[in-house]
């Protein structure tokens, strides 16, 4: 079964489209998470068995940049991103792989991690 599948969290709505495009030539499922869903654990947003939905929502703003997530993608990450960039796609700031260590993370917690290090990325 293939499980390799792509999160996407507040991207444009055509950026999305060309992204769900690209991802269902090469066999790559795609969701666009809903902003209630932000408070969610990763590893239920990634579909991983035995993580089943918190009963909350998330009610805080949306993210102010779009991010996205891979999971189950390790064969196939190089390749998508080859891709994404000759199908000339813009960019997405903030990508994240999904670890057995960020599982237990929500996507807001993700979220802010990820923008802390691209913040002190884009300084150096």
């Not at 269902?24 to 998470?33: A, D, E, F, M």
């Not at 994404?84 to 993370?105: E, S």
Request: charged content about 25%; aromatic content about 12%.
């Amino acid at each position: 079964m293939n499980n390799m599948q792509i999160l996407l969290f507040h991207v444009e709505p055509l950026k999305a489209a060309h992204i769900e495009s690209l991802c269902k030539n090469l066999g790559i499922r795609t969701s666009q998470i809903k902003h209630e869903d932000y408070s969610q654990k990763l590893a239920y947003l990634a579909g991983i068995p035995g993580f089943p939905r918190e009963n909350t929502d998330y009610t805080g703003p949306e993210f102010p940049s779009e991010m996205m997530v891979f999971a189950n993608m390790a064969d196939m990450l190089d390749r998508f991103l080859s891709e994404y960039k000759k199908a000339g796609i813009p960019p997405i700031g903030l990508k994240a792989v999904v670890t057995p260590h960020n599982i237990f993370w929500s996507a807001v917690d993700l979220y802010e991690e990820l923008f802390k290090e691209h913040q002190a990325f884009q300084k150096k």
